[in-house]
């Protein structure tokens, strides 16, 4: 992609989706009558799907890429269980391994993108992503490629996501994703300064601190 002057870099689109996400968190964790938090919490993962693509594509080494996103998939799992279900429960899976199968998707691609057996292994990714219940499921997988395949297209690529998310999910809260377009398009091409692990590490510790929140609340 080429660099703009001005706009917004990787960095703080980073910072906009964190945000986006906590508001979203602490709205189920601790305040669920009040469907504003979740509104605000859709624009968080259209921006981390964007900005995982950025990463596969500019990243030296994909595959550490990988399994960083796998270690903090399985960091993350005991937190985000603690603080959604108060207890483990395997039944359903963290975003970060929704993440980690686009970029297993996105690595199938780099070489040969048109490779029908490619094609056939994502449509196995998305399965998993179901079966898994992962955050987003395999609507999740579907975005991360889609935005890899249109990655040069910076209008049609966020238009088809428009698209995409009315056809999967219809009218409903998950509908304010789509404000998550504006700032995408104002994405000028550059990273930022680098927090890449405050970022990582943000999402197992918030989820952590809100299951402690409600554990001092409710006197558990």
């Known amino acids: 992609m080429t660099e703009k002057k001005y706009g917004l870099n990787g960095c703080v689109l980073k ?6 996400m906590l508001v979203d968190h602490i709205g189920a964790v601790l305040f669920p009558q009040y469907l ?10 259209p921006i981390y799907c964007f900005l995982l693509v950025e990463g596969a594509v500019h990243t030296k080494d994909i595959r550490k890429y990988e399994i960083r996103l796998l270690i903090f998939a399985l960091i993350s799992e005991v937190p985000f269980d603690l603080a959604f279900y108060g207890r483990i429960w395997l039944k359903s899976q963290n975003v970060f391994f929704t993440l980690f199968l686009g970029v297993v998707a996105i690595d ?3 070489d040969n993108v048109h490779k029908l057996n490619n094609y056939l292994i994502i449509a196995l990714l998305v399965i998993a992503a179901e079966i898994l219940r992962t955050d987003y499921g395999g609507a999740g997988i579907v975005f991360i490629v889609c935005y890899y395949l ?20 219809g009218i409903g809260v998950q509908t304010y994703a789509s404000f998550a377009v504006l700032p995408m398009l104002l994405y000028n091409g550059r990273k930022g300064p680098s927090l890449k692990y405050f970022f990582y590490i943000f999402y197992p510790a918030h989820l952590l601190i809100l299951y402690l929140i409600i554990c001092v609340k409710y006197g558990n």
């Open 108 to 110: 199938l691609m780099k």
């Open 15 to 20: 910072c906009i989706a964190m945000t986006s």
């Open 36 to 45: 504003v938090f979740r509104m605000i919490g859709r624009l968080a993962f």
């Open 150 to 169: 249109l990655y040069q297209k910076k209008v049609l690529k966020q238009a088809v996501f428009l698209v995409e998310n009315a056809a999967l999910y």
